[in-house]
T-cell receptor
Framework: IAGITQAPTSQILAAGRRMTLRCTQD?????MYWYRQDLGLGLRLIHY???????GKGEVPDGYSVSRANTDDFPLTLASAVPSQTSVYFC?????????????FGPGTRLTVL | GQNIDQPTEMTATEGAIVQINCTYQ??????LFWYQQHAGEAPTFLSY??LDGLEEKGRFSSFLSRSKGYSYLLLKELQMKDSASYLC??????????WGAGTKLIIKP
């Protein structure tokens, strides 16, 4: 693989179910991010990780959890999905050792919670 | 609070020039990014400004005025493939990106 991959591409989920969105990068980037994108709103940061083993909360963390066991993987879990979590989810990564922190994005996961 | 403002939608003609403005109020400033996002796809990086002035990259240029909290993206010789949303994002003092809602650019023949 080259870049960032996300799985699944899309998913329809019943409210109350647990769901994990997967994200993997092969660029050895230290920092990774999860965003949600809703119509009329900018990308909103859910959680981030500056390096393997550490995570932090973004602007809209409630209802979501993440882990960063290694450099490459950064899964996002919805413990008990609610309809307001219907959105497009993007994973991104960057290397913070460069002159600027350009973020590279995965293709996104379109999630519908009914 | 933190705020990034950009027009919701703009229309331009193929071959013409268009300027997309972005104003920001953020807690700290470590640079401003422009991204392009085609419908149904992921954002892709276009430009980065951290110092005042104009950065030119082919048909695209980006300008920054830190004192005014203002940037613009200039697209020249517009092509139909430039129809997309253009996202302005500011890196704040915590090195997190704060995103505008994006400007949908419609190119007409």
């Amino acid at each position: 693989i080259a870049g960032i991959t996300q799985a699944p591409t899309s998913q329809i989920l019943a409210a109350g179910r647990r769901m994990t969105l997967r994200c993997t990068q092969d660029m050895r980037h230290n920092a990774m991010y999860w965003y949600r994108q809703d119509l009329g709103l900018g990308l909103r940061l859910i959680h981030y990780s500056n390096t393997a083993g550490t995570t932090g909360k973004g602007e809209v963390p409630d209802g979501y959890s993440v882990s960063r066991a290694n450099t490459d993987d950064f899964p996002l879990t919805l413990a008990s999905a609610v309809p307001s979590q219907t959105s497009v989810y993007f994973c991104a990564s960057t290397s913070t050792s460069g002159s600027y922190n350009e973020q590279f994005f995965g293709p996104g996961t379109r999630l519908t919670v009914l | 609070g933190q705020n990034i403002d950009q027009p919701t939608e703009m229309t331009a003609t193929e071959g013409a020039i268009v300027q997309i403005n972005c104003t920001y109020q953020t807690s700290g400033f470590n640079g401003l990014f422009w991204y392009q996002q085609h419908a149904g796809e992921a954002p892709t990086f276009l430009s980065y400004n951290v110092l005042d002035g104009l950065e030119e990259k082919g048909r695209f240029s980006s300008f920054l005025s830190r004192s005014k909290g203002y940037s613009y993206l200039l697209l020249k010789e517009l092509q139909m493939k430039d129809s997309a949303s253009y996202l302005c994002a500011v890196e704040d003092s915590n090195y997190q990106l704060i995103w505008g809602a994006g400007t949908k650019l419609i190119i007409k023949p």
